[in-house]
């Protein structure tokens, strides 16, 4: 059995479950935990980026022995992507999600096309999004969005909330705030478009270097292109135990990850590997970087 925290990149995907309640953003949980209660035979999946908001989830879950909970320190987007099959979900609620009040930070917000087009996906026929705002410029971004997919029959209305009140609903209900829920009933799939991937690979394989000199001060501090919108940074290197240490970052599509590549010396060859201490989603990037640093950091 799974524990309340889904570890994405070493469990197998996507997960079986079908009729899932899913929250995305869940912060301090306090509706997260209610949806449990209120739905003791369901699974119950949160995405949340803050790790400080995963921690304090994981604790009421287990002081109140929650078993249909299970959270995801995963951007939404990812999330749905690699863990949910399509049309397993009954419902997503998003309360209070971050409005990003300028006009060039609107690609970040969670309702922009291609997130919703991934929620559409995963929802089941007659599922829903349940959106909670107190901003109404993110409602009609979010009707704008919404409407170039012809997935859904939208309704909008005033929300009358109930307790228990998320930690931003009791702040602004204390403002005098109105609060705006977005309904989105999906009525059909929305047509096949192209949208951020991630290739993923069963095994990443180390890669021997025979009959060169390391270099790996070359790699420090430099980038490379592997693809369009796939991007690969090294950092510094540090001499350990096992062998050298780079540090890595690599962007797919907006997907990042950190990690370290380890290159130890055997013999009179070196090996280069993802460290067996970085955990990594294994995608065929990440094999790339492996390879990069086989071809570059070695004269
Ligand atoms: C304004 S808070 C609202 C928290 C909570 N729903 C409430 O009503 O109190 C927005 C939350 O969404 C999370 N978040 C923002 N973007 C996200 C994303 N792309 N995927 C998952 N969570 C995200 C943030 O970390 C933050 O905890």
Request: one cysteine or more; glycine letters at 6%.
């Given at each position: 059995m ?13 997960l079986p479950?079908?009729?899932l309640?899913?929250e995305?953003?869940?912060g301090?949980?306090d509706?997260?935990?209610?949806l449990?209660k209120?739905n ?15 921690e304090?989830?994981m604790?009421?879950?287990?002081k ?9 320190r995963?951007d939404?987007?990812w999330?749905f992507?690699?863990?949910l099959?399509?049309?397993?979900v009954?419902?997503i ?7 990003w009040?300028k006009?060039?930070h609107h690609k970040r ?5 291609d997130n919703?087009?991934i ?11 349940r959106?909670?705002?107190d901003?109404r410029p993110?409602v ?8 170039k997919?012809?997935a859904f029959e939208?309704?909008v209305r005033?929300l ?11 702040k602004?209900l204390?403002?005098?705030?109105e609060?705006?829920e977005?309904i ?5 799939d929305?047509?096949e ?5 991630l290739?993923?690979v069963?095994?990443?394989f ?6 060169k ?6 790699l ?7 693809g369009e919108?796939?991007y690969?940074?090294?950092?510094k290197f ?7 240490l ?10 990042l ?12 060859s070196?090996?280069?590997d993802?460290s067996?201490?970085s955990e990594?989603?294994r ?7 492996v ?7 070695f004269?």
């Open positions: 799974l524990s309340c925290y889904i570890n994405y990149k070493s469990i197998e995907k996507p479950w079908k009729d309640l899913v995305i953003g869940f301090r949980g509706f997260t935990v209610k449990a209120d003791p035979d369901r699974k119950i999946i949160g995405f949340e980026l803050s790790a400080v908001s995963v304090k989830l604790k009421r879950v287990k109140e022995n929650l078993r249909n909970v299970h959270c995801v995963l939404a987007y999330g992507y690699l863990l099959k399509d049309s397993s009954e419902r609620y998003m309360n209070y999600p971050d409005p009040f006009k060039r917000r969670l309702t922009k096309e919703l087009y929620f559409a996906r995963k929802l089941k026929k007659g599922g829903e999004i959106i909670r705002t901003h993110f009609e971004f979010t009707l704008e969005e919404a409407g997919l012809s939208i309704s005033r009358e909330v109930e307790e228990p009140l998320t930690k931003y609903e009791r602004w204390l403002e005098g705030k609060l705006t977005i989105m009933k999906k009525v059909k929305p047509p478009r192209s949208i951020p991937r290739k993923e069963k095994e990443l180390p890669v021997k270097v025979e009959g000199e390391l270099n790996l001060r070359a420090e501090n430099s980038q490379f292109q592997l919108k796939v690969l940074k090294f950092f540090y001499e350990g135990e096992e062998g050298y780079l540090e890595t970052l690599l962007s797919e599509e907006g997907f990850q950190k990690f370290f590549i380890l290159v130890k010396r055997k013999g009179n070196y090996v280069v993802v067996p201490f990594v989603l995608t065929e990037n990440v094999q790339r970087a390879q990069v640093v086989a071809e570059e950091g004269v």
